[in-house]
């Protein structure tokens, strides 16, 4: 089982400028800048529209599907709500790191839950 600072340490490796990050219609998005403990990624599709997710809020969903829960947008907007605020893809961009990084996966109606790691 991977722990917070296992994932943190992998999140500082492999999400670069120009990663795509999936999204929960099974495409993806890129990741455009990362500033200190946020990670912005391009939401516009005929526009330059950046927002972002934190470590912080990745480290919140981590929490929550390892505990066994689903992680929602439900989750993220009571626990996050100025971060939220950009939009509801920002559910997405928090989640699809968690599950590029293989450790949660998105089922449609019911949000990101726990995905144990192939060995």
């Known amino acids: 089982m991977t722990d917070w600072e296992e994932l943190s340490t992998e999140i500082d490796e492999k999400i670069k400028v120009g990663t795509d990050v999936p999204k929960t219609n099974g495409r993806t998005r890129k990741v455009t800048k990362i500033v200190e403990n946020r990670i ?20 919140y969903a ?9 992680f929602t947008a439900a989750d993220l907007k009571s626990k996050f709500p100025k971060e939220y605020s950009q939009g509801s893809c920002v ?17 449609r109606g019911i949000g990101y839950i726990k995905r144990e790691r192939d060995p």
């Open 62 to 70: 981590f929490t929550v599907t390892k505990s066994g829960k689903a």
């Open 40 to 59: 912005y990624m391009r939401t516009g599709v005929q526009t330059r529209a950046e927002k972002y997710t934190t470590k912080e809020m990745i480290k």
């Open 91 to 107: 559910f997405s961009m928090t989640g699809g790191i968690l599950e590029l990084l293989g450790v949660a996966k998105y089922i």
